[in-house]
């Protein structure tokens, strides 16, 4: 079974908007992670929140987590063109040697 | 801090051949991962290795693959007798810790042919 689960799978948008993007997890979790991809390269690694915090930020990002609804979001606001990447969410699970679980990605496309 | 480096970016080989992916981490971190991502795939686990030992190993790392610190610094992953569906992204990874998430290295494009 799937961990994560995201969605839009793929979101267009034009620059100086707000993007939000949606991830839903199935077990409970220790934390929860977003990473960047940007075509053919690594992942960079955006923010962690931990599952008794609800809200994080950090520059132009927002996530929240709701441990209720095993779901997360991520809010880039004023978006740029070099936001133009694939996001993912990814979880770890107490005692599984906090291996991730990756969600299925979010393609985000950001027009001048 | 620096970056993981994994070498090489991209490999050809034939089906059935032996592979060896480096990855150079830093050495006073004790978590190192594997990752694979076939195109257009998710970002899936291979194995942990923790103070020189696997810790834990997903069902895609069955006996063609091993992993190895021979000296130290660097991690490797072998897989012994490529397969066609191998094909993939091959991510190293090392835990930092204190809410700053994993590093992750450029990535080795493998292609099987």
């Known amino acids: 079974s799937q961990q994560g689960e995201e969605d839009p799978q793929a979101l267009s948008i034009q620059e100086g908007e707000n993007a939000t993007m949606n991830c839903s997890y199935k077990?409970?979790?220790?934390?929860l992670q977003w990473y960047r991809q940007n075509s053919g390269r690594g992942l960079v690694h955006l923010i962690l929140?931990?599952?008794?915090?609800r809200e994080k930020h950090s520059g132009r990002l927002r996530v929240t987590l709701d441990t209720s609804k095993k779901s997360s979001s991520l809010l880039i606001t004023a978006s740029r063109a070099a936001d133009t990447a694939s996001y993912f969410c990814?979880?770890?699970?107490?005692?599984?040697?906090?291996?991730?679980?990756f969600g299925t990605g979010t393609r985000l496309q950001v027009t001048l | 801090e620096p970056e993981v480096t994994q070498t090489p970016s991209h490999q050809v080989t034939q089906m059935g051949q032996e592979v060896i992916l480096r990855c150079v981490p830093i050495?006073?971190?004790?978590?190192f991962y594997w990752y694979r991502q076939i195109l257009g795939q998710k970002v899936e686990f291979l194995v942990s290795?923790?103070?020189?030992?696997?810790?834990?190993k997903s069902e895609i790392f069955d006996d063609q693959f091993s992993v190895e610190r021979p000296d130290g610094s660097n991690f490797t992953l072998k897989i012994r007798s490529t397969k066609l569906e191998d094909s993939a992204m091959y991510f190293c990874?090392?835990?930092?810790?204190?809410?700053?998430?994993?590093?992750f290295g450029s990535g080795t494009r493998l292609t099987v042919v």
């Open positions: 990814a979880t770890t699970v107490d005692g599984t040697a906090s291996k991730l679980t």
């Open positions: 077990t409970s979790i220790n934390n």
């Open positions: 929140i931990r599952s008794n915090e």
């Open positions: 050495s006073n971190h004790l978590y």
């Open positions: 290795f923790y103070n020189n030992e696997i810790s834990e």
């Open positions: 990874a090392r835990r930092q810790g204190g809410g700053y998430g994993y590093t």
